[in-house]
Nanobody, 115 residues
Framework: QVQLVESGGGLVQAGGSLRLSCAAS????????RAWYRQAPGKQRELVAA???????NYADSVKGRFTISRDIAKNTVYLQMNSLKPEDTAVYYC?????????WGQGTQVTVSS
């Protein structure tokens, strides 16, 4: 079974930085997309950043220039470096792997940005 284990969430002041990690355990092959989503209270879950198997990245307009997604294939880990954090970045962040027709999700980690 595939399990995604997240870490790195927490409380940070506006303007600060945080790095989220998502480590995949179990056998996983044919990963098409590694991504981070977030969901704030009262809002729908939204794509934050994604990296495709060829290395192409995609970011939400609200985080462009501030967030960076990266992957370490050897470590089965995907990262989200978050800089210049804003209060509106406060949300539960979810790691997502898209493997062919399947989606795998992490448990979510809370990121809170205080003003």
């Amino acid at each position: 079974q595939v399990q995604l284990v997240e870490s790195g969430g927490g409380l940070v002041q506006a303007g600060g930085s945080l790095r989220l990690s998502c480590a995949a355990s179990g056998s996983i092959f044919n990963i098409n997309v590694r991504a981070w989503y977030r969901q704030a209270p009262g809002k729908q879950r939204e794509l934050v950043a994604a990296v495709a198997r060829g290395g192409t990245t995609n970011y939400a307009d609200s985080v462009k220039g501030r967030f960076t997604i990266s992957r370490d294939i050897a470590k089965n880990t995907v990262y989200l470096q978050m800089n210049s954090l804003k209060p509106e970045d406060t949300a539960v962040y979810y790691c997502n792997y898209q493997v062919r027709e399947y989606d795998y999700w992490g448990q979510g980690t809370q990121v809170t940005v205080s003003s």
